[in-house]
């Protein structure tokens, strides 16, 4: 287990680094970041004189040993726009996200696991019937409309939830709500399947016919079973919205890495946007190093391996 | 647990989630929240120019020496109490006394001076400097305990107003780097700033001019028009100074505004077909622009005949807006055609996404109404980047005909901030060298009185009749939603800056 979680580590390493190469290349491609930052009707030697001052002119593979000698001192430079540490602005969003994803993976995770295995207890019932229906509209909602729809309803009619901003359980209700629906559905769905193949397999029938209770049967014995192909898609779904929640975090002004990372993007702001993708590389990276140590925990054939 | 006691749970917790137990905080007493649509990056008063900085920091924070009147475009006194000027290249300001700034400082001729050294540092990229600025030498000294001399190495008989723009700031802050505390003699101090969340403004004890009635501010950040419309609505907020027409639904509370923008499509003259005037003027007669007002458009919009709006310096009242005429439109393209002009050759529209609202829907009918008359065009909508490439030199070589979506803004009192970029042969944003608009350009740049004024005039004439460097759409308007519970009347400079001193409580 050492040995394998140390291999993983270190390709992780690896791909880390290729992806920090590739977007400072990348970035570079989309042009000068002297002609968002400055007013559209500043003079041309404005701009040169710009784009002289911040190096924007040298030749590329200047700027990238500037760039990787910088780094090694663990400097990722200044945000062009907001005039600081671009580390600083990177670490300032990342909580904001790291909360609303673990806070709505939390709850979609318990509720998907309740809801699927109360489906598969008895596939076709009813309850699995509406569940299956509320569950395939939840994955397949588009997360902007629900989220105007929610505040016009909940804030604007009926006053009971603050429209947006960062406060007490309130202001967290709308976000998380709008932010787990998709988890929530999708998980669903697995935990549904896997549990129906889980309570009908030998084990569970052997199970039964010893005499232990349902309730054991179905959250011991057909549970853990079931449950490792839910973990790879709650990590791949805790992936995605520690990638940034964007629209959320955009509509309900959660100011989180999602957010940064686009608006960097679009300004040519290249610190942030090689500080917030090596953060978040480094937070997915370490999501899939979790599932792989609760596959692990779960599936004694995988430890011994 | 079976089925009905889990539907049981979850029907309660979702009860409980959503009951009225909780209350949103609401903007209350003599506080004021205002929600911008976007968080500044740094909140220097030298990029007040940037609206997102502007209408936190102008004339709140940081005051200028003068200030625009937005109704007129006339200059007013502001920490400045006159001007003069002394010969072609200098100019005098008697600064006001017994000011202080909110650090303690006091403001005399040597703290301005400093100010305006700050801001016109090439190390710093001030946007006052990069945009005001920047072909011009200027040298501030002090003559005197209260009195600033400004020099400059060619005439500038619009100082006054250029000093409209520049924030002063006290002498303690820092050089060449933006500060994120500013620190200036407005009635308001700058308080706290939370990344992402908000910024907060406080009364100022000490200022020199009359008390404004709100004591604290609160600016929020939301991106989305329908979130801010709402917060004004549910009372978590008191004005949202800009929201998308779509969203101005109440009349109780939405007001429209001329905001000092005017859309136009740049036509690149420099490329054939669009170098022959038949085909420009053509395009201009083919737009049907009261189809699109009150539809794509707002219906508060006015056609355009020239790039700036009635309020400002050199705008020539006298010309009339290009009429739609579709069957004059097709008699000029085929005119053109007979005469080898390749009318048939695609023409690229470049718009830019956001731009204002309904982009892209203007863009498609705009369209349609151009390939009606015989022209063959494609649409390609841009994010910022990529669409400034086409707006502003340099331009590629290879580029074929273009007409690109741009949005001016201009509410700095005269006409010489828009006119020699948009059509001064080495204008950034200029296609079109002629040599009558280049010599009324360079007249009236250093005329003063009615004679720049006539000037003006006459170069916003020959743009529109004889050179047609623009497919002229409208004069823009804004809008802002205003909580009942403020007098806050919104104008033309509602888009630069947010006076909180003149909002009042009902």
Known sequence: MKQYLTKRILSSLLAIIGLFIMVFFLARLTGDPGHLYLPIDAPLEVRKEFSEKHGFNDPIYIQFSRFVIDLANGDFG?????????????????????????????????????????????????????????SLTAASAPDFWVAITAILIFSVSLRWLPTSGIGGLPYWIMPIGILLIRPLGLLVQVVRGSMITALSSDYVKTARAKGVREKVVIFKHGLRNGLLPVITVAGDQAAAIANGAVIVETIFGWPGIGKLMIDSILQRDFAVVQASILITAIVILSINIIIDIAYAVLDPRIRHK | MNVKNLSLAISTASIIAVSGFFSPAFSAGKNLTVVLSEEPDIVDPCEA??????????????????????????????????????????????????????????????????????????????????????????????????????KTKKPQPIMPALMGTMTIVSPNTQE????????????????????????????????????????????????????????????????????????????????????????????????????????????????????????????????????????????????????????????????AKADGVDVGKEIIMIGRLGIYPNHTEAMEAMHA????????????????????????????????????????????????????????????????????????????????????????????????????????????VGFSRVNPRINFTPSISTNSELQVSQVKFN
């Open chain 2, 176 to 335: 060449a780097k933006g500060v994120r505390n500013p620190q200036g003699t407005g009635p308001y101090v700058f308080g706290t700033w939370t990344p992402g969340q908000s910024v907060t403004l406080k009364r100022f004890s000490g200022y020199w001019g009359d008390k404004p009635e709100v004591e604290n501010v609160n600016y929020v950040f939301r991106k989305e028009s329908a979130v801010r419309a709402a917060m004004v609505k549910t009372g978590e907020a008191d004005i949202a100074p800009n929201i998308a027409v779509q969203d101005a639904t109440d009349s109780k509370m939405d007001f429209s505004y001329f905001n000092s923008e005017t859309a136009r499509l740049r036509i690149d003259m420099t490329r054939k077909p669009l170098d022959d005037i038949r085909v420009r003027k053509a395009m201009n007669l083919a737009i049907d622009l009261d189809a699109l007002k009150g539809t794509i458009f707002a219906d508060g919009v006015v056609p355009q005949t020239q790039i700036i709006v009635p309020s400002i310096n050199g705008h020539n009242p006298r010309l009339k807006p290009w009429p739609y005429n579709l069957k004059e439109a097709k008699r000029l393209v085929a005119e």
């Open chain 2, 49 to 150: 120019t940037r609206s997102n900085v502007g209408r936190i920091v102008k004339q709140n924070v940081s005051e200028t020496l003068v200030e625009i009147d937005p109704k007129d475009g006339s200059i007013k006194a502001r920490l400045a109490t006159g001007w003069t000027q002394k010969d072609k290249l200098t100019w005098h300001f008697d600064i006001r006394k017994g000011v202080k700034f909110h650090d303690g400082e006091d403001l005399n001729a040597k703290s301005v001076v400093k100010s305006i050294q700050r801001a016109l540092n090439p190390k710093y990229d001030c946007e006052i400097r990069t945009k005001f600025f920047g072909n011009m030498s200027v040298t501030a000294s002090a003559i005197g305990s209260h009195t600033v001399s400004i």
């Open chain 2, 369 to 476: 109404m151009l390939t009606e008359a015989g022209f063959n065009l494609k649409i390609k909508m841009m994010e910022t980047a990529g669409w400034l490439n086409f707006l502003s030199r340099p331009y590629a070589e290879d580029r074929g005909p273009t007409l690109v979506q741009a949005q001016h803004d201009n509410n700095n009192g005269d006409a010489v901030f828009s006119m020699f970029n948009k059509y001064a042969c080495k204008g950034a944003q200029s296609t079109t060298c002629d040599s009558k608009v280049e010599a009324g350009i360079e007249a009236a740049t250093v005329a003063i009185g009615d004679k720049r004024r006539d000037t003006w005039q006459e170069v916003q004439r020959r743009l529109h009749q004889d050179i047609v460097p623009d497919v002229q759409m409208f004069h823009m």
């Open chain 1, 78 to 134: 200044d945000s062009l726009r907001k005039q600081r540490p671009a580390i600083d602005v990177v670490l300032e969003a990342l909580p904001v996200t790291l909360s609303l994803a673990a806070v709505s993976m939390f709850i979609a995770l318990i509720g998907a696991i309740l809801i699927g295995s109360l489906a598969a207890y008895r596939p076709n019932g009813v309850f699995d019937r509406i569940s299956r229906v509320v």
